[in-house]
């Protein structure tokens, strides 16, 4: 559950990191660091120091030890301050077997998937009404790229652990869970009007509402 709160932490500072004075696409300046005191939009250059640009280990598996069984960790403005600006964002995930990330979207960013060890399976789906769902087991070494605002799936078919390194041309990228976001609304989304959306039965619905979600 640990990792999950971290997860969620860090997405919270990446969409903080929206009302920044960030814009991707071509900054006109060198760089603008975070500035942590939050006095000015970015640090002062001559206080820059080559490690505002660094992370490290990024080679250690996260603790996949929850209930979706993946642990994902980010080099981006949440945890370099040098990213900001820059339009970019860089994860890594770890997946136990049969771990997984639940359907997703991320509507400010495409995705480049690389799979460092294991297999993966990903594939995403186009806008309505086609519905089209292009997927791949992709193994190591193989590379897959998901389109900017379509819905995704990303779960481990290997027998072992699976990892994936993973760009976004964003800083923001946004991340929007299907289930998750439906069924841990706050306020809750009417159960009745969840039920004939996704033609479930409406006690299951409540039943859905209460589970931990991510
Ligand atoms: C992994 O996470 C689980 C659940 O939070 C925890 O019990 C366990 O100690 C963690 N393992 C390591 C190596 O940190």
């Not at 799979?115 to 992709?138: A, D, H, Q, R, W």
């Not at 964003?170 to 991340?175: A, E, L």
């Not at 976001?181 to 509402?209: C, I, R, W, Y």
Request: glycine letters at 8%; proline letters at 7%.
């Amino acid at each position: 559950m640990a990792s999950n709160h971290i997860l969620l932490i860090t997405l919270a500072l990446i969409s903080i990191s929206r009302i920044s004075f960030a814009f991707d696409s071509r900054p006109l300046q060198d760089f603008c660091v975070v500035d942590s005191t939050g006095k000015a939009p970015c640090k002062d250059p001559n206080l820059v120091t080559a490690d505002d640009f660094l992370l490290t280990g990024f080679d250690r598996p996260g603790n996949t030890s929850n209930p979706y069984g993946s642990a994902t960790a980010f080099a981006s403005v949440a945890t370099v301050p040098g990213f900001n600006t820059l339009g970019l964002t860089l994860a890594r995930a770890d997946f136990a077997p049969n771990g997984y990330l639940p359907p997703h979207i991320h509507h400010g960013a495409s995705e480049v998937i690389v799979v460092l060890e294991g297999e993966m399976e990903v594939g995403f789906i186009t806008s309505y009404p086609e519905y089209k769902y292009y997927s791949k087991v992709v193994r190591k070494g193989g590379v897959f790229i998901v389109p900017v605002g379509l819905l995704h799936t990303v779960r481990n078919v290997a027998e072992g652990n699976s990892a994936v390194v993973v760009a976004f041309n964003s800083q923001n990228p946004g991340f929007a869970f299907i289930p998750d976001g439906f069924m841990a609304a706050k306020p809750a989304v009417d159960s009745g009007h969840l039920a004939e959306a996704f033609k479930l039965d409406e006690n299951t619905v409540k039943d859905l509402q209460t589970k931990m979600w991510f």
